[in-house]
């Protein structure tokens, strides 16, 4: 089994690329706010909404570390100036490695006046209704741009089958291609 995880800032296409890389793998796609929006029109975006969510994931990504799939894209928004994000990290490839499965990190990394167009796509909006309310939607990507490293600094990451794509000029499907042929999935 293979267990990929497409990481950035918000709005840097990790839903995008990861549904199109589901497309030609096989793989199958859970993008993060698949739990978010389930759960953040019953408790908005409270303390409950992210105990349920991370309770959720884990019991999905135990199921699927010891089924028949082919594999997992999982896609996160990992603050690398938080401790316990890369602890989350860790503790999802564990699940994963405990069933002999390959792990594969790709980082995407795009220009901020990229991220903040692709902040109103109709498939971003589609997928994620919480992200509807543009200015909202905007200023929550400004802040956290502020407030958290959303992109790695270099040599940060040391596991072996780690990418790292800057695709602000760079189509989803291309995207796609470069994680799939480089990694020959």
Same mark, same amino acid.
């Given at each position: 089994?293979?267990?990929? =995880?497409?990481?950035?800032?918000?709005?840097?296409?990790?839903?995008?690329?990861?549904?199109?890389?589901?497309?030609?793998?096989?793989?199958? /796609?859970?993008?993060?706010?698949?739990? @978010?929006?389930? /759960?953040?029109? $019953?408790?908005?975006?409270?303390?409950?909404? +992210?105990?349920?969510?991370? #309770? $959720?994931?884990? &019991? *999905?990504?135990?199921?699927?570390?010891?089924?028949?799939?082919?594999?997992? @894209?999982?896609? !996160? *928004? +990992?603050?690398?100036? *938080?401790?316990?994000? #890369?602890?989350? $990290?860790?503790?999802?490839?564990? =699940?994963?490695?405990? &069933?002999?499965? %390959?792990?594969?990190? *790709?980082?995407?990394?795009?220009?901020?006046?990229?991220?903040?167009?692709?902040?109103?796509?109709? !498939?971003?909006?589609? &997928?994620?209704? #919480?992200?509807?309310?543009?200015? +909202?939607?905007?200023?929550?990507?400004?802040? #956290?741009?502020?407030?958290?490293?959303?992109?790695?600094?270099?040599? %940060?990451?040391?596991?072996?089958? !780690? /990418?790292?794509?800057?695709?602000?000029?760079?189509?989803?499907? %291309?995207?796609?291609?470069? $994680?799939?042929?480089?990694?020959?999935?």
């Amino acid at each position: 089994m293979k267990f990929v =995880i497409l990481f950035g800032p918000q709005a840097v296409g990790k839903m995008t690329v990861g549904r199109h890389l589901a497309e030609t793998t096989g793989l199958k /796609l859970f993008h993060n706010h698949m739990t @978010i929006e389930m /759960l953040s029109p $019953i408790f908005d975006f409270g303390p409950e909404t +992210w105990r349920l969510t991370d #309770s $959720i994931r884990m &019991q *999905v990504f135990e199921a699927v570390s010891r089924s028949s799939l082919d594999g997992l @894209i999982f896609t !996160y *928004v +990992w603050a690398f100036n *938080v401790q316990s994000d #890369s602890e989350y $990290i860790d503790k999802i490839c564990a =699940i994963f490695e405990s &069933q002999g499965s %390959e792990i594969y990190l *790709v980082e995407l990394e795009a220009d901020l006046d990229e991220r903040l167009e692709r902040n109103k796509t109709p !498939y971003r909006l589609e &997928q994620k209704p #919480s992200k509807r309310n543009l200015e +909202w939607s905007e200023q929550d990507l400004l802040s #956290s741009t502020e407030q958290y490293r959303l992109n790695s600094l270099e040599g %940060e990451i040391t596991r072996k089958n !780690y /990418l790292r794509i800057n695709n602000t000029h760079l189509k989803p499907e %291309e995207t796609a291609a470069l $994680i799939k042929e480089t990694f020959g999935l």
